[in-house]
């Protein structure tokens, strides 16, 4: 499975983006996606994690209620919707995809060693 992310650039706070990340050589079917952040200087961080058995979605607290999971089977693309962006919200965008359904976690952390497949990450920059 490859996968592509696209949609970032350059935002004002409190703006919206809205990234892609568009799957080939396979559907996404019932894996489990997630989509991280790497801030500069910062470890990876999981933003979110959709189950592939039941479709749902869990957001760390950060950005709950203003980060939203979409999906386009046709185009076997998922959309990662972001509003009200703010500065610290900025980094590379990565999605990633397994074929385990449900959603690995260490703790409370969403658990990046446990996804097969990664993009190559997409640039967000939250700024004035």
């Known amino acids: 499975v490859q996968l592509v992310e696209s949609g970032g650039g350059l935002v004002e706070p409190g703006g919206s983006l809205r990234l892609s990340c568009a799957a080939s050589?396979?559907?996404?079917?019932?894996?489990?996606i997630a989509w991280f952040r790497q801030a500069p200087g910062k470890e990876r961080e999981g933003l979110s994690c959709?189950?592939?058995?039941?479709?749902?979605?869990d957001f760390i607290d950060s950005v709950k209620g203003r980060f939203a999971i979409s999906r386009d089977s046709a185009k076997n693309t998922v959309y990662l919707q972001m509003d009200s962006l703010k500065p610290e919200d900025a980094g590379i965008y990565y999605c990633?995809?397994?074929?385990?359904?449900?959603?690995?976690?260490?703790?409370?952390?969403?658990?990046?060693?446990?996804?097969?497949?990664w993009g190559q990450g997409t640039q967000v920059t939250v700024s004035s």
């Open positions: 990633a995809a397994g074929p385990v359904q449900r959603c690995p976690y260490a703790g409370s952390d969403i658990f990046p060693g446990a996804f097969d497949y």
């Open positions: 050589g396979s559907t996404f079917g019932t894996y489990r």
């Open positions: 959709t189950n592939g058995d039941d479709g749902s979605t």
